[in-house]
């Protein structure tokens, strides 16, 4: 038995949504290890740091943020929070499984902390447990956006189903 029209649209989805993750992850590995790596080689970090505690780096951050600047600030805090949104939007499109919060947030904490600790045994990157933090955060807004969207989605395609053509 063949797929109806809605089945095959939702396979396409999810489909593109699984390309989507795979892409991310790709793009995230970059950012996260290759360009760190580019700093060590060239000796941009002279010694390896790493923080336990938490809110630390952030209080820092945010204290500072006159002496930093705008730019330093934005890219440490909410730096994390957008570089890990579309984990939160990209796991329930591509895999139903993720289409609840309580299974997307905390696989994508878990995702950071590996990532994280990943940066702590290599030492390219550093590990931060406000990291975590700010990751986790990322991934509950995009699951929020993906929510919304879906929302909107069955909403759209519910009323466009159920409307009924009168003739006078």
Known sequence: MGLNKE????????????????CYLI??????????????????????????????EILRFWNAREQLG????????????????PLGALLPAAFPWFHHAKRTIPAGA??????????LLTLIGRFDVDDVILNTIGVALGYICFKAANGVRRKKYRNGKNK?????
């Open 70 to 85: 705008f730019t330093a600030v934005f890219l440490n805090l909410f730096g994390n929070v957008l570089g890990f949104l």
């Open 7 to 22: 089945q095959r649209r939702k396979q396409i989805i999810r489909r593109c949504g699984k390309a989507a993750v795979l």
């Open 164 to 168: 009924k053509i009168h003739i006078h």
């Open 27 to 56: 793009l995230l590995s970059y950012f996260l290890f290759l360009s760190e790596l580019h700093d060590h080689v060239y000796g941009l970090h002279a010694e390896y740091h790493y923080n336990l505690v938490p809110f630390r």
């Open 110 to 119: 878990a995702f950071s902390l590996l990532v994280e600790t990943l940066q």
